[in-house]
């Protein structure tokens, strides 16, 4: 037999020493509401060694518990004697075993009981605590204790005893040792750490209990138990809302049961009408718990014959929208300050506002699952080409695209869609990149799903849904819904614009945003971008009117051919990059130079080789090999980027042209624009010389030719490892290095970024990889690659700007990162644009 535990047990009062770490959260709680003077039951905090003690099987000491008991024993008490005991973990979200009420009622206190509250009343909560005595502490089977009504109380008494082979025991004292026993090891066990674990709570988190006299809220007068809130949980608005039961504790109901919405309502009773003054009371205590927790609480009580008792307070759960809208209105209320408002915020939490939503409150039928690569969500009727997508807008019905991955062509069906969802694909798939830049919701690897474009219909588990039905996509959670689910709004309300602009007074790094078009770069506008760190050229030709010209142009065999081809290209090019340079207003915008190898302008199959035949006058045979002649093996390691540049220099050409030319045209409109030109897939130090000698020449044919006056800056994307490794040799020609960790994660991994969703689910699962890689910057692999380039950069370059403008740019860990390093800006999609000014805030703060 262990030796008996000292029971650690402080009687919560203002002064007493509670401290979280020792005695949880829910104790240190308890003593702000004591402190504030508000009618909390006498409470004792049990320390977490206590407890752990206890878990490890030393028996809690009977005398010191029967001592804390008598000293809340309180004559003429209804409840005298009787205690709740609950759990107190340093943090609330981690749970912990239930709470076990009216602990120390025995045949006396019973009989006590009936006088004071009737027979009913006190049968009933003596049943209730046999009953989870029996089950939860003595392991009996519950269906041996599952009796009701009258007589129920004497035959739940007879079986423990019969069962157990002794009385129900009538010690409070052992009642209570056991009550603490059964909780410590229920906190010890492995569903226990596995639950918290997954909450992010070390394995062997600390326990404090709390054991406090009983409020019974059944009795003479008006009793009941309730619990209150002041703003409504999913939008965060003021508004009162909770239960009250009136005559009822727990599952503990009497005849006289009734429940009461708390404030005035049409379709019944409400506690403010039955008692004005019980409500007066609750609103009085919740203002001062708001003031001093400094926090939306949700508070728990018991009234007996009109007086109330604060049992119990906790953190309002809210929804992503509702903490914003907390967060700014306490500190707008002096309560917080507007610093720690921001720090209250998570900043994928505002991803959340921008976009529909769907209810948390509704109901979800539940079809697949991938990862959600674009948060929000919509539901549409269910397409399989950009065709049908186009049709379907055309005809005003929304619909939903879905392929087993996108490629360039379907753009167009992107754009008239309101989700997309993918079989294939991962966080930096083509699917993804194009709907977080369009804003749409939008789900890829959903490996799950298998589609059959020819039958039309998409399959998921058991079930097969056609073209044209409806289903909901959950860009947020990355969940497939059949049917309509209800939605909420965006809520770009002025919560989310103040917190942004208090973001903005403590940030240190900038936030520039990814945008190819003039409509991408106006939401960039409206996020606050300080500016354009990425516009993929590339994508300005996936438009149904350029890409003819486009094609044009890489069927041209001879370079005269391509120059000629460039040249219907050139005005497009220009009017792109004079849009950009408007909209921007004097900011800055980084062009990037063509990046991808040319056969995605190409047509993928037959179908489209015709009619491509058709358009160009071309024999189908001639486009058949064209197409076959640019196909490549590995096409991302291919001809693309600054290797199409140098080996095509007419590409390039045109398009530093058309950027000066608008930077020629602005400057006469307006302030002089710097534009910033940017080399992508650089792996070498020549790479870069050869184009800026280009670059340069061009420059100054069209300073000659229209008597204009401009700089501008020439900069290098780091996406291969060499180029990080050689940073030093390549700054030396470079105004500026923007990391492409897109590029720089699929070569460092050696894993391709639109296939890796396959099996990521798989190695993140088994923790081979802790994140998705392309989601979370690796800091320890290429993340030591951006440092290795960035202080070889600096080093040659002292004052080089340095930025990341991969995906990661709009992730608040890998912006932290960035941060750390010193970068001067991340640049992300629009829509990422407010997570980032808010995850910039908090590493500044
Ligand atoms: C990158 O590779 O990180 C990048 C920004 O370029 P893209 O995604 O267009 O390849
Ligand atoms: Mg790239």
């Known amino acids: 037999m262990m030796t008996a535990a000292p029971i650690d047990a402080t009687l919560i009062t203002p002064s007493a020493g509670i401290d979280r770490t020792r005695h949880g959260w829910r104790a240190k709680c308890l003593q702000r509401l004591v402190r504030m003077e508000l009618p909390v039951p006498r409470s004792h ?56 009420l009216n602990v120390g009622i025995n045949d006396n206190c019973h009989q006590g009981l009936v006088g ?22 003595a392991r009996l089977d519950p269906d041996m204790f599952a009796q009701e009504g009258e007589g129920a109380l004497r035959e739940a008494l007879r079986t423990y005893a019969d069962e157990m082979d002794e009385e129900f025991p009538q010690n409070p004292a052992v009642q209570l040792a056991e009550v603490l026993r059964s909780m410590a090891r229920a906190w010890d066990g492995p569903t226990a750490r596995l ?43 003021p508004r009162i809302t909770g239960r009250f039961r009136g005559q009822m504790q727990g599952s503990v109901r009497t005849a006289a049961a009734e429940t009461l919405y708390l404030t005035r309502d049409p379709r019944g009773l409400s506690l403010e009408e039955a008692a004005p003054e019980v409500f007066a009371d609750l609103v009085r205590f919740g203002v001062a718990a708001r003031e001093r927790l400094r926090e939306e609480m949700m508070i728990d009580f018991v009234v007996n014959d009109s007086r109330v008792s604060i049992i119990d307070a906790v953190r309002l759960q809210r929804s992503s929208r509702a903490s914003v809208r907390i967060a700014v209105a306490l500190a707008k209320d002096g309560i917080i300050p507007p610093e720690e408002a921001l720090m209250r915020v998570e900043p994928r939490a505002l991803s959340d506002l921008l976009h529909h939503q769907v209810d948390p409150r509704a109901p979800r039928d539940l079809i697949a699952r991938g990862i959600n690569a674009s948060p929000g969500a919509a539901t549409g009727k269910i397409v399989f080409s950009a065709t049908a997508a186009q049709a379907s807008a055309a005809r005003g019905e929304p ?12 753009i167009r069906g992107m754009h008239a869609s309101v989700a997309v969802l993918t079989e294939r694909g991962g966080m930096t798939s083509h699917a993804a990149v194009i709907a977080r830049g369009l804003g749409l919701p939008c789900i890829v690897g959903a490996s799950g799903i298998s589609i059959d474009p020819r039958a039309r219909t998409l399959r998921a588990g058991t079930r097969s849904f056609r073209e044209g039905e409806e289903i909901t996509i959950d860009g947020t959670t990355g969940e497939v819904l059949a049917g309509a689910a209800a939605m909420l709004e965006p809520a770009l309300d002025d ?24 409509e991408d770069a106006r939401t960039a506008r409206m996020f606050n971008a300080q500016g ?15 890409l003819p010209a ?16 460039l040249a219907r290209i050139l005005p497009m090019q220009r009017d792109d990059f004079a849009a950009l340079f408007e909209i921007m207003a004097g900011l800055p915008v980084t062009i990037r130079l063509f990046d991808p190898p040319l056969h995605e302008f190409l047509p993928h199959d037959r179908e489209g080789m015709r009619e491509l035949a058709e358009s160009l006058d071309l024999p189908l045979s001639d486009v058949m090999r064209r197409v076959d002649a640019l196909s490549e093996f590995n096409p991302m390691l291919g001809m693309r980027g600054v290797r199409l540049g140098i080996v095509m220099p007419e590409i390039y050409d045109m398009q530093a042209r058309a950027i000066f030319e608008a930077t020629a045209l602005a400057g006469r409109k307006g302030d002089p624009v710097v534009p910033e030109i940017m080399i992508p897939l650089v792996s070498a130090m020549r790479e870069v010389e050869l184009v800026k000698n280009r670059v340069d020449a061009v420059a100054a044919e069209v300073r000659n030719k229209m008597h204009a006056d401009f700089t501008y800056r020439l900069g290098v994307m780091v996406e291969t490892p060499r180029a990080a490794l050689r940073a030093g040799d390549i700054a030396a020609h470079a105004a500026f290095l923007s990391f492409g960790t897109n590029d720089l994660t699929q070569m460092t991994y050696g894993l391709s970024r639109d296939d890796a969703g396959r099996f990521m689910g798989a190695y993140v699962g088994q923790g081979v990889y802790a994140e998705d890689p392309f989601h979370i ?47 001067s800006y991340v640049s992300c999609s629009p829509f990422r644009v407010p997570v980032a000014r808010l995850a910039g805030a908090q590493e500044s703060i």
């Open 399 to 410: 619909c939903v695209l879905v392929r087993r991955e996108t490629v360039p062509e379907d």
């Open 777 to 823: 910057l690796d800091q320890e692999g290429v993340g030591e690659l951006l440092m290795i380039g960035a202080e070889r950069a600096r080093q040659k370059t002292p004052g080089i700007t340095l930025s990341v403008c991969g995906e990661h740019g709009g992730n608040p860990e890998s912006i932290a990162f960035c941060h750390r390093a010193g970068f």
């Open 45 to 100: 905090a049990i320390s977490a060694d206590s407890v752990q003690k206890i878990a490890a099987g030393h028996p809690p000491d009977i005398d010191m518990l029967a001592s804390l008991l008598s000293s809340t024993e309180c004559p003429g008490h209804p409840a005298s004697g009787l205690v709740s005991v609950r759990p107190s973990a340093l943090n609330p979200e981690w749970g912990g075993p239930g709470t076990v």
């Open 550 to 565: 486009m094609r044009e142009m890489i069927f041209a065999d001879k370079p005269e051919d391509r120059r000629l081809a």
């Open 195 to 237: 639950l918290r674990q997954a909450k992010g709570a070390p394995a062997d988190a600390p326990l404090g209990l709390v054991v406090q006299e009983m409020a019974l809220g059944i009795g003479p007068g008006f009793c009941g138990t309730g619990t209150i809130q002041f703003c409504d949980p999913v939008t965060g608005a």
């Open 495 to 518: 919560s989310f614009a103040q917190l942004l602009e208090w973001s903005d007074q403590f940030r240190q790094i900038d936030v520039r945003a990814n945008a190819d078009t003039p």
């Open 532 to 546: 354009i760190g990425l516009c993929r050229t590339e994508h300005m030709f996936f438009d149904a009117e350029r």
């Open 116 to 137: 004071r509250i009737g027979a009913e009343a006190a049968d009933a909560i003596y049943l209730r605590f046999v009953q989870a005595y029996a089950i939860h502490i």
